[in-house]
């Protein structure tokens, strides 16, 4: 899958949680990411997110940084 389009489907479940506060947000869309995407989406999306994540929006990826420590 391209990078620009797991960018696309972490900012729309990024999107679904943006009625919540700032916590419930990054803490509902890691779970919604370990929940559904496979690790190989995963992996895609960390690699892209140690070259910068350009794209990401800021809840998304502050909710895939706390997931990779997570599962560490």
Do not use: C, T
């Amino acid at each position: 899958m391209s990078p620009e389009k797991l960018v696309y489907m972490a900012n729309q479940i990024g999107k679904f949680f943006a009625h919540k506060d700032e916590e419930a947000a990054v803490a509902g869309i890691a779970e919604h990411l370990q929940s559904f995407w496979e690790k190989r989406m995963l992996a895609e999306i960390y690699a892209y997110l140690d070259a910068g994540g350009a794209g990401l929006d800021e809840r998304p990826k502050r909710a895939l940084e706390r997931l990779r420590e997570a599962v560490k």
